[in-house]
């Protein structure tokens, strides 16, 4: 290990070169500088691996230096030897790429040794890495790997002719594979915390397959993996009952290596759906749809982990039943009461509520934002915004949504959406000043009680008076006239369903005298309950 030491005071030069040599190791001291410009000049001419330097020096101090090095040459390591030991230096050299901060003072021949063989550790460790990751370049034939994959393509289509010269096939690809007890497993690579080791896409494609190619033959002696989808693998293998292990323990465990494989060599998250096993080859394409439904929730949700395909169930089917139409049905109750800001709160809480339980299907995802956007066009129409603008959205949406592989991606579209149809729907609705404002959504949520006014200025905290005269004011209507508003229009639609009788509709909008609530029905709308109904009935 090449080792440049970096100090303005001679004497210290001397004593590491010594004290260096005094531990025997493979290491050699290249050269020597007095300030950060000459030590940096060295570098770009020598071959150095690892910089030992001061930190405060004439010209260019050591953090500037480490700055540099880090920026220009991030193979070569570094080392903060001073005199300083205020944790604001420890700190930002440690910050800026320094792999230690000692003190000149503490330093014993022993520890020395220590810093010196843990940073060539890293060094041996990190050219190992790069000489596979080269390796990996030329590790697979591209013109195999490319006959290879179109073969499987055709064979997951559904190609008889491609299934008929199976077995010659696989010998003249260099492929263990025979037609019986074919199992087949979807890989997905999801986004994680923390950036992939290989970022290069062709570089990460060939890594993978590597990976899982090298895992089926360890495990199972037989099989190939290629490349489906972007960050979507295929693995075919032979799994057969061992003794030790049935078939389906023997593809968990498959399942369970690759998954850790790929954690381990290139910080890549999987999701792995596993089929049934069938004895015909014909059975491929079901297969490949089997394993694509057992990890279609996780990859939508960016989870990652193993799915069989049976174990996927009708649970989605069920949770869409109990939540979706709860969801909606809350949805459509806010805007149809004029709620357009609480109606957006509770999409967001929709949205985070599908992202954390995780219950539904990506299909049922999609089919929910569609059902939720529909809704929200409903009301924009209602309320007069024009039908052009609306039509666009809605009409787009059933294509756009197809596009989003991902939950993340979907909820952020279906957001951008309804904040446009929202913005629509506010810019129709009278603009009142705060306190009417929330007044008004205070009768909206109580208007089926025994409301008073004094509740109201209670609720906005001003006196009964004043908000009598800033709601007349603002509204054109006093306080009665504008609760028998929001009553009467709740009756229409409670009596539009034609499922309740005139005397429960009344008292679920808050009145407990029937007679007297037709006869303001009537007033309101100039025909009674019941001719109401009838209308509907002919509509």
Not at 18 to 47: P, Q
Not at 392 to 407: G, M, N, S
Request: aromatic fraction near 10%; include cysteine.
């Amino acid at each position: 290990m090449n080792i440049l030491i970096v100090d303005d005071e001679p004497m210290i030069r001397e004593w590491f070169q010594m004290t260096v040599e005094r531990t025997g190791g493979d290491y050699r001291i290249a050269g020597e500088a007095s300030n950060g410009e000459d030590a940096l000049t060295f570098c770009r001419t020598n071959s150095v691996d690892l910089v030992v330097t001061d930190i405060k020096m004439p010209g260019m101090n050591g953090i500037d230096l480490i700055k540099a090095l880090k920026e220009e040459m991030p193979h070569i390591r570094s080392v903060v030897f001073s005199s300083y030991s205020e944790f604001q230096f420890a700190a930002e050299a440690l910050k800026f790429g320094a792999s230690e901060y000692i003190l000149k003072a503490e330093i014993t021949l022993s520890g020395l040794e220590q810093i010196l063989q843990k940073i060539k550790k890293d060094i041996d460790l990190d050219q190992r890495a790069a000489s596979e990751i080269n390796a990996l370049r030329y590790s697979l034939n591209e013109s195999q790997v490319t006959l290879r994959n179109a073969y499987f393509r055709e064979l997951l289509e559904g190609g008889r002719e491609a299934a008929n010269g199976f077995a010659e096939r696989m010998e003249r690809l260099h492929i263990g594979l025979s037609e019986k007890h074919l199992a087949l497993l979807v890989v997905g690579i999801v986004q994680g915390s923390e950036p992939l080791r290989i970022r290069e896409e062709g570089l990460l494609q060939n890594a993978v397959i590597n990976i899982l190619d090298e895992t089926l033959h360890h495990e199972l002696g037989n099989g190939c993996s290629f490349l489906y989808k972007p960050n979507l693998y295929i693995m075919l293998c032979n799994s057969v009952h061992t003794g030790l292990k049935s078939q389906r323990e023997s593809l968990l465990v498959l399942a369970s290596r690759a998954s850790e494989h790929l954690q381990r060599f290139v910080g890549a998250n999987a999701v792995i759906g596993i089929s049934h096993m069938y004895s015909r080859l014909s059975y491929l394409p079901e297969q490949l749809s089997e394993a694509l439904a057992a990890a279609d929730r996780h990859l939508f949700y960016g989870d990652p982990g193993i799915a069989w395909y049976e174990d996927n169930g009708s649970a989605g089917s069920a949770a869409y039943s109990n939540f979706g139409s709860g969801w909606t049905s809350t949805f459509q109750g806010y805007l149809d009461n004029g709620l357009t800001a609480r109606a957006g709160l509770f999409l967001e809480k929709i949205m985070d509520e599908m992202e954390t339980g995780r219950q539904l299907s990506a299909k049922q995802a999609r089919s929910l934002v569609l059902e939720l956007i529909y809704i929200a066009v409903n009301r924009g129409r209602t309320v007069g915004v024009p039908t052009e603008e609306l039509e666009t959205l809605y009409i787009d949406a059933h294509v756009e949504v197809q596009r989003y592989a991902t939950f993340r991606e979907l909820s952020g579209w279906a957001s951008s959406v309804f904040h446009q149809i929202m913005d629509r729907i506010s810019a129709r609705r009278p603009q009142y000043g705060e306190a009417v404002e929330r007044a008004c959504e205070y009768i909206t949520l109580h208007y089926a009680e025994d409301l008073m006014l004094q509740d109201i200025a209670d609720h906005v905290h001003l006196s009964r008076t004043y908000i009598s005269e800033l709601f007349k004011k603002e509204t054109g209507m006093n306080y009665n006239e504008y609760l028998m508003q929001v009553r009467m229009e709740k009756a229409k639609e409670l009596l539009k369903r034609q499922t309740l009788k005139v005397a429960d509709a009344a008292a679920l909008v808050g009145y407990s005298n029937t007679s007297y609530f037709i006869k303001l029905f009537k007033s309101y709308t100039g025909l009674s309950p019941a001719e109401y109904m009838e209308r509907q009935r002919s509509v």
